[in-house]
């Protein structure tokens, strides 16, 4: 009767240690869930505040103002208020790609059934994201946003990113392959109309304070010697492009005041900085033969007033002079882990 009685005690001892085995599983797995939840919503606070410090840093090329926006999208959640405090970013413009990395150095995050084993927290380490900031070269071979003027390019070294350059506007007569000081009205595929109406045509696609873009790519200006095919071509016929740019002439009597006043009073009205990209002609580029196999991304910063300029020929002229800042041709951001 006594063994009996013992193995009754034993047989409920046991089912308690089960149930409460079962329970103290349930628990520390619903604990479990919890901070695995946790590390998915601090994973999440660390890829969106990395891209959106990338995004404002490309925006306004600004590191102070990116912090701030990150700040305040941080302020819009709880999780994000809490770690506000804790949170790190780090700046990278040394290697390339450009970075900037987010991190979490630690969390601490209570546990409610843990803590009856005596466990009350879990320690969250090294939470951490990275926004690579990819920038593309400011020279393209194809633009869908081609603005109708071209500088020179042949040996110069400033066309990098982040230079400013000074440019000021001359009409085709004067054009210089060596000058690196001046910019042209160009007609991309010399379909401008001719006489009076050319350079009337050229300064109303400023209208609006806008630019009316055209696209450019320069496999149509590759001459017959430049194109490549695996396949022998047979045929003895010159390949050669119909594609050929033109400066745009004008039958004013006095272009180099008239042309100056006519595209400054369109160029005064841009809201600026202005986006834009830009025709540039090779070495070897003469007036009725303008070599160009790529286009400069820049950004219109400043139209300064028009100024006298000297007398030349007997007449007086006018100088228009801008102020551009060359940016990248595309900018992306690329979320690595």
Not at 177 to 197: E, I, L, M, Q
Request: glycine share 4%; hydrophobic share 40%.
């Amino acid at each position: 009767m006594i063994i009996m009685r013992k193995a009754i005690v034993g047989s409920i001892m046991l089912g308690f240690l089960l149930i409460s085995s079962i329970l103290v599983f349930v628990a520390t797995v619903a604990d479990d869930t919890v901070v695995k939840d946790k590390i998915i919503k601090l994973k999440k606070i660390t890829d969106n505040t990395s891209l959106a410090l990338a995004k404002h840093y490309i925006i306004n090329e600004n590191i102070v103002n990116a912090e701030i926006i990150a700040n305040d999208i941080l302020e819009q959640t709880n999780i994000g208020k809490e770690v506000k405090g804790s949170i790190i970013y780090t700046w990278d413009f040394i290697n390339e790609p450009n970075s900037v990395t987010v991190s979490i150095p630690s969390y601490s995050h209570n546990t409610f059934w843990y803590r009856f084993l005596g466990k009350d927290t879990f320690l969250l380490e090294n939470i951490e994201s990275r926004a690579e900031i990819i920038i593309s070269s400011p020279l393209k071979d194809t633009s869908t946003s081609l603005a109708p003027i071209a500088i020179n390019s042949c040996n110069r070294d400033d066309l990098v990113i982040g230079a400013e350059i000074d440019l000021k506007f001359t009409s085709p007569e004067y054009y210089d392959n060596n000058d690196k000081n001046t910019f042209y009205a160009v007609d991309k595929d010399c379909s401008f109309p001719s006489g009076n109406s050319n350079f009337a045509h050229f300064k109303n696609l400023f209208a609006g304070g806008e630019v009316e873009f055209s696209n450019f790519d320069s496999d149509d200006y590759k001459d017959s010697d430049e194109i490549e095919s695996d396949d022998e071509i047979e045929s003895d016929d010159e390949i050669e492009s119909d594609d050929k740019a033109c400066l745009v002439q004008t039958s004013f009597q006095n272009p180099l005041s008239v042309d100056p006043s006519q595209l400054y009073n369109k160029l005064k009205y841009f809201t600026l900085p202005y986006t834009m990209d830009i025709l540039v002609f090779d070495c070897g580029t003469t007036p009725n033969d303008l070599k160009t196999s790529n286009v400069l991304s820049i950004e219109l910063i400043t139209v300064h007033p028009l100024v006298a300029g000297p007398d030349v020929d007997g007449k007086k002229t006018k100088i228009l002079n801008i102020t551009a800042k060359i940016i990248s041709s595309s900018k992306n951001i690329i979320l690595k882990y």
